[in-house]
Antibody, heavy 127, light 106 residues
Framework: EMQVVESGGGLVKPGGSLRLSCAAS????????MSWVRQAPGKGLEWVGR??????????DYAAPVKGRFTIFRDDSKDTLYLHMNSLKTEDTAVYYC??????????????????WGQGTLVTVSA | DIQMTQSPYSLSASVGDRVTITCRAS??????LNWYQQKPGKAPKLLIF???NLHSGVSSRFSGSGSGTDFTLTISSLQPEDSATYYC????????FGGGTKVEIK
């Protein structure tokens, strides 16, 4: 089981930028696929994006609302995941969670899921 | 993008009741369906992966079923600690979540 701790949230003006960090410990971060999930105040969960391990190509994928504005990257030497957010909008206001994305296997298949979650960090976009 | 629709939006049931939450995908996702539980002010926790497989440490009163586009989460005998919001999530293509179902105890 991996422990993840997010940081970097805060208040930012519309159009501004912010970078979130997610420090991981407990398992080999290098092998882990990671994702970001956000939750606007009083709302449901929304997937933001993911990054594969470098061994699996290190590629990233994003949800449509953030594509072109948000970038996920990782520093395996520091066991840290990042989310760089540009051109922030008021609708980006949310708690941002970092999660691991292990594949859970049983007879019949292997299934990716958000296994370990941090406590979240609040991003508020407001003038 | 795959859209996930949950119902009901909320429900209220008594301790010991059997509770069922449904989740529908906008296209077939095979068995790539996970369920999460979230309590107020806390991060979500994985309950079930691959439609019907209980995550480590999860009570056996939780069960999941379905395939293709229609799935259910069942709590066989509702307990006070089950008061929470439950989310389904598809992992067939990236991730997407259902809107959530809030379960309250009468």
């Amino acid at each position: 089981e991996m422990q993840v701790v997010e940081s970097g949230g805060g208040l930012v003006k519309p159009g501004g930028s912010l970078r979130l960090s997610c420090a991981a410990s407990g398992v080999i971060f290098t092998n882990a696929w990671m994702s970001w999930v956000r939750q606007a105040p009083g709302k449901g969960l929304e997937w933001v994006g993911r990054i594969k391990s470098k061994a699996d190509g290190g590629t990233t994928d994003y949800a449509a609302p953030v594509k072109g504005r948000f970038t996920i990257f990782r520093d395996d030497s520091k066991d840290t995941l990042y989310l760089h957010m540009n051109s922030l909008k008021t609708e980006d206001t949310a708690v941002y969670y970092c999660t691991t994305v292990p594949r859970y296997c049983r007879l019949g298949g292997c299934y990716p899921a958000a296994g370990d979650w941090g406590q979240g960090t609040l991003v508020t976009v407001s003038a | 993008d795959i859209q996930m629709t949950q119902s009901p939006y909320s429900l209220s049931a008594s301790v010991g009741d059997r509770v069922t939450i449904t989740c529908r995908a906008s296209q077939s996702i095979s068995s790539f369906l996970n369920w999460y539980q979230q309590k107020p002010g806390k991060a979500p926790k994985l309950l079930i992966f691959g439609t019907s497989n209980l995550h480590s440490g999860v009570s056996s009163r939780f069960s999941g079923s379905g395939s293709g586009t229609d799935f259910t989460l069942t709590i066989s005998s509702l307990q006070p600690e089950d008061s929470a919001t439950y989310y389904c999530q598809q992992s067939y293509t990236f991730f997407s979540f259902g809107g959530g179902t809030k379960v309250e105890i009468k």
